[in-house]
């Protein structure tokens, strides 16, 4: 049975809510936005009315969310006003807090990413590092824990390059979440080292060894989002694409291979951005999304600096070191921690498929952005 005080800390988090959220003006804003979409020629242009539809939604998101924690919270008082009468009983008690403290602890993770490129697709690469088939295979068990991820919250996974290990497992992956809100908010914790402890299937001596594989998540862009990309500095290839689809694939060079001369707006150093894309047997398409995926990591270096030059300014925070190592899997000893927030588990079968929300928790808790 929840005491007095787990009753009142319910409450004055629900209150807080509103205050962080701007419940009251995000009410107006959006009776003001839906407005717009009742106009007669709303629809005759087609792509603003979908960023309008877009934006009233994503309003609306959020007023569904802090309602859902007010209906909740009020459901808990009149439970535990019904207790003392005999009304309801402590189970029926508990499972109200219960409802009430996920639905609060929902939305102030949702208060967490409220950064411009948060609600934004992501693509997230893996690449082996060194340690041969046994860092291929951890690698390729980083993808199925992505994509499984994935599929539990209703994102969808598209390949756009995959390059095969020499035994097993991979060398290299970089996919595409899209068809949800936040991947990039959500992903953006698993951006770093990711490093597997354990009996290698792979070593004949049976002996513990240690592997590596880097993560790198940058948000996906969309139309909506102005990138500059310099066309003197670009340069293209193409290739046969290897592996299935037929005798079609290795007769066309449908795989396309992009070279982009990027300039460190700060240093003034240069370096070569390669990015490959076998996706489909379409060449033209193949391009346009090479020509995505470069934005995409334009803007994510854009991105960083701005994030970078305001770590220096909040001075008291711990610094976010992006592509150090992060986490560690041991599967022997059953556990698998980030060493960044320190939070571990010891379900490593449910993290390997893709249970990892709980790390993403703690990150987004532990290194909230400050609105600029």
Do not use: C
Not at 109 to 120: A, F
Not at 242 to 248: E, K, T
Request: avoid cysteine; charged fraction near 35%; charge should be negative.
């Amino acid at each position: 049975m929840i005491t007095q005080d787990q009753l009142k800390d319910i409450l004055d988090r629900a209150d807080k809510l509103k205050h962080y959220l701007k419940i009251d003006e995000k009410q107006i804003e959006w009776e003001e936005e839906d407005l717009r979409t009742q106009a007669p020629d709303f629809w005759d242009d087609p792509k603003r009315a979908e960023e309008q539809m877009k934006k009233v939604k994503s309003i609306k998101k959020w007023l569904d969310g802090y309602n859902d924690v007010r209906l909740k919270a009020d459901e808990l008082q009149l439970a535990f006003d019904f207790y003392k009468d005999e009304m309801v009983t402590e189970q029926e008690v508990d499972n109200d807090y219960q409802q009430a403290i996920d639905a609060i602890e929902h939305l102030e993770l949702m208060n967490m990413l409220r950064q411009q490129e948060d609600p934004m697709d992501a693509v997230l690469k893996i690449n082996s590092g060194a340690g041969g088939t046994e860092a291929q295979d951890w690698a390729s068990m980083l993808m199925r824990m992505y994509m499984r991820w994935a599929e539990a919250h209703g994102y969808k996974v598209t390949i756009s390059n995959l390059l095969d290990g020499d035994e097993a497992g991979i060398k290299s992956v970089t996919m595409q979440i899209e068809g949800g809100e936040y991947a990039y908010g959500y992903l953006k914790s698993e951006n770093g080292v990711h490093r597997l402890v354990r009996v290698s299937p792979f070593n004949a001596q049976g002996k513990r060894m240690t592997s590596f594989a880097s993560v790198f998540v940058t948000p996906l862009v969309d139309d909506t989002i102005e990138v500059y990309v310099d066309p003197a500095k670009l340069s293209w290839d193409t290739f046969r694409s290897s592996g299935a689809g037929g005798q079609n694939v290795n007769k066309v060079e449908s795989g396309v291979r992009l070279r982009y001369w990027y300039t460190d707006p700060d240093t003034g150093e240069e370096e070569e951005i390669l990015i490959e894309n076998t996706e489909t047997r379409d060449q033209p398409k193949n391009k346009a999304k090479a020509l995505l995926l470069l934005k995409s990591q334009l803007y994510d270096r854009a991105m960083k600096k701005r994030l970078e030059a305001q770590a220096k300014i909040e001075a008291g925070k711990k610094k976010i070191e992006w592509g150090s190592q992060i986490r560690s899997y041991v599967f022997d000893d059953k556990r698998v921690k980030d060493h960044r927030t320190n939070y571990q588990t010891s379900d490593v079968d449910g993290v390997m498929n893709g249970k990892i929300d709980g790390f993403i928790k703690a990150y987004l808790m532990e290194f909230p952005v400050a609105e600029e």
